[in-house]
């Protein structure tokens, strides 16, 4: 039985799609709802002026605008917000040891359907390592 259920956004396009289908899910099984974003570490863009510390914050602007956009998109839905900076692989793997999920949902955004499979995306080291199902959303 599916009781709680993580969803891992990012700041891509499908983000909103996996958190779109995640809530309906989780509506539907009256299961918990978490929802983790990870801000992976940056080296900023010295040729621009911008140090790791600012990009950083900029990515950590952009998944709060991302949260407050399910919350008025989804009012009244009970979510548990994670956001640990690190390696994104890493970060899922350890809010899911922490909150015990049954279920993890993420949305693909790759077009290049054979880059994907043949690539080290977070979503091929996921499948190796975890133990609960994972869901990955088309992005349309």
Same mark, same amino acid.
């Given at each position: 039985?599916?009781?709680?259920?993580?969803?891992?956004? =990012?700041?891509?396009?499908?983000?909103?799609?996996?958190?779109?289908?995640?809530?309906?899910?989780?509506?539907?099984?009256?299961?918990?709802?978490?929802?983790?974003?990870?801000?992976?570490?940056?080296?900023?863009?010295? =040729?621009?002026?911008?140090?790791?510390?600012?990009?950083?914050?900029?990515?950590?602007?952009?998944?709060?605008?991302?949260?407050? @956009?399910?919350?008025?998109?989804?009012?009244?839905? =009970?979510? @548990?917000?994670?956001?640990?900076?690190?390696?994104?692989?890493?970060?899922?793997?350890?809010?899911? @040891?922490?909150?015990?999920? =049954?279920?993890?949902?993420?949305?693909?955004?790759?077009?290049?359907?054979?880059?994907?499979?043949?690539?080290?995306?977070?979503?091929?080291?996921?499948?190796?390592?975890?133990?609960?199902?994972?869901?990955?959303?088309?992005?349309?």
């Amino acid at each position: 039985m599916i009781n709680k259920i993580l969803i891992a956004i =990012d700041h891509s396009s499908s983000a909103m799609n996996a958190a779109n289908y995640g809530i309906q899910l989780a509506q539907a099984l009256k299961a918990k709802l978490g929802v983790v974003c990870v801000t992976g570490y940056n080296l900023g863009n010295i =040729d621009a002026g911008i140090t790791s510390q600012e990009m950083e914050e900029i990515m950590r602007k952009s998944s709060d605008i991302l949260m407050d @956009e399910i919350n008025i998109t989804h009012p009244g839905i =009970d979510i @548990e917000e994670f956001d640990p900076i690190g390696n994104p692989n890493r970060e899922i793997e350890n809010v899911i @040891e922490l909150w015990q999920p =049954d279920l993890l949902i993420i949305g693909h955004h790759e077009h290049r359907f054979l880059y994907k499979i043949l690539s080290n995306n977070v979503e091929k080291k996921l499948l190796k390592k975890l133990k609960i199902p994972i869901l990955i959303i088309p992005e349309n």
